[in-house]
């Protein structure tokens, strides 16, 4: 890899402005001159890497350029000024927000990394393209993993999987997502990594055959329609079959282990190959999932459909149009290729207001001033698993594993928590202590004239969110 390669791949879709990026190379290959990796490459080889995957991504000119220069603040002596003179000062504050958050490490719990910790979350809310940098640059530092030592290699694993998978996913950056779960997996149980990785090529050489017929068969029948389109076979990465396999599925029963992905033009097409794959191919009507109607809090959308496929193979088929492809592979990076020049706000924008994570993210920093508990609250809501439930309109609507009835009633509004007085769940009607599952449906009853929040239901919420808003009601009356 070099930085020919990278420009190359930057002329692929932003010719005009490569001569800048040349120059950040340039500079940051000076500065970083007679540094070395651990793996005994030049040091700038590092930063080159992390530039070429957030090219990969489509990335814009400012933030290739911080990506080059993320590491000089901290390992050279130039300063964040220095940056701002010689090029801009947008790539000035990206590389000092990439600089503040690098030294995050939450495996120890001294005053200094939680507070780093926080910053590394609040990175978000002023410019979340630092995130992306900061996730791209541990990427390459776990795909070089295996010249540090045990130990870090096991910290920084299980640090990814703390921070920076929550994050990937949060932003739906599936793809880096998976690698970085893969790569953690590695190291954190490199027998377990090793059985399921040997176990899924067999499974994969098994049912080449029968992807590949299917594949033929839906091939030329939307040929055929023509209807435009390109079809993939998608297979789970390690991490995934080790999750389910700890559920206590079989290897053998994972119906998603391997996937038919087909992309199409757009939303009409996705339907109308959805009928096609069926009169082919029976589904299994249970399994079939619209996430294009009801997309994930992520933004993810899909249509999922399971279907018998030759010698009754259980095959998952994945629809989408092309521009849903390329948010399912790099979420909310995607804007970068689809909103070209104010990509940048366009990021920002939705990310506060299509993103619930971001949501809850800011009613914890509002609460919290204490980093120690803002950590803790952090990774108590929004690092552990969630729950998926719809409301009345069909939304999907995240929470924390473990939320109740209370909990969501202060979720979709102020005043439909204050003024509730009962639930239905799946048309039953349930005590407000109730856990909510996933896939409930969910239904409040509210009364004008009720008497508000009642103080023991401070004990049945779980989220931060519901026990201000009950708090604060009590506080005032
Ligand atoms: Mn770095």
């Known amino acids: ?112 990394n939680i507070a780093n910790t926080r910053k590394i979350i609040l990175g978000l809310t002023t410019d979340v393209r630092i995130i992306i940098i900061k996730l791209a640059d541990r990427l390459h530092n776990m795909r070089t993993l295996q010249y540090k030592s045990e130990f ?9 999987m703390e921070i920076f998978v929550p994050l990937a996913y949060y932003l739906g950056a599936y793809r880096i997502k998976q690698e970085l779960e893969d790569l953690s997996l590695q190291y954190l149980k490199p027998e377990v990594y090793q059985n399921i990785a040997e176990q899924k090529l ?23 329609e023509e209807i435009k389109h390109e079809i993939k076979v998608r297979t789970k990465n390690i991490y995934g079959i080790y999750k389910s396999l700890e559920k206590g599925h079989k290897l053998s029963d994972i119906h998603d282990l391997l996937a038919l992905k087909i992309m199409v033009e757009n939303i009409k097409e996705c339907y109308v190959t959805l009928g096609l794959v069926h009169s082919l191919y029976h589904p299994i009507n249970s399994r079939f999932k619209d996430y294009i109607v009801s997309p994930k809090t992520n933004m993810y959308s899909s249509l999922h459909t399971t279907v018998f496929g030759p010698n009754e193979k259980l095959v998952q088929t994945q629809i989408r149009t092309f521009e849903m492809d390329k948010i399912a592979s790099f979420g909310l990076i995607t804007y970068w290729d689809l909103n070209k020049g104010e990509a ?52 999907t609507l995240e929470l924390p594993k473990g939320s109740t009835i209370v909990d969501y009633a202060y979720k979709i509004h102020t005043l439909i928590g204050h003024t509730m007085v009962g639930a239905l769940v799946n048309n039953e009607i349930v005590p407000l202590g109730y856990v909510l599952q996933n896939k409930d449906r969910v239904r409040i009853l509210t009364d004008e004239l009720s008497f508000g929040p009642k103080e023991e239901w401070l004990n049945l919420a779980k989220t931060s969110n519901a026990r201000r808003k009950i708090r604060e009601f009590n506080r005032k009356n």
């Open 202 to 224: 067999k499974i994969e050489a098994d049912s080449n055959n029968c992807l590949q017929e299917m594949l033929k068969s839906i091939d030329n029948l939307l040929f055929e």
């Open 344 to 395: 940048r706000v366009k990021m920002q924008e939705d990310l506060k207001e299509k993103y619930q994570f971001f949501k809850s993210l800011q009613d914890i920093n509002e609460m919290f001033r204490d980093n120690k508990e803002f950590v803790n609250q952090i990774k108590q809501e929004l690092f552990t698993d969630k729950v998926y439930v719809y409301t009345t309109k069909g939304d």
């Open 1 to 112: 890899m070099n930085i020919e390669n990278l420009l190359d791949l930057v002329k692929t879709y932003n010719a005009s402005e490569v001569e800048i990026i040349k120059k950040a190379y340039d500079y940051a290959k000076y500065l970083h001159d007679g540094q070395m990796r651990q793996s005994g490459e030049p040091y700038i080889t590092h930063p080159l890497n992390v530039a070429y995957i957030l090219a990969g991504m489509h990335a814009d000119r400012d933030t290739l350029c911080a990506a080059l220069l993320h590491d000089t603040l901290e390992d050279t002596n130039i300063s964040k000024e220095d940056i701002a003179e010689n090029f801009n000062k947008t790539i000035a504050n990206l590389v000092d927000g990439v600089t503040k958050i690098s030294k995050l490490n939450t495996s120890s719990k001294t005053d200094l």
């Open 152 to 160: 870090k290699q096991k910290e920084n694993s299980l640090e990814t």
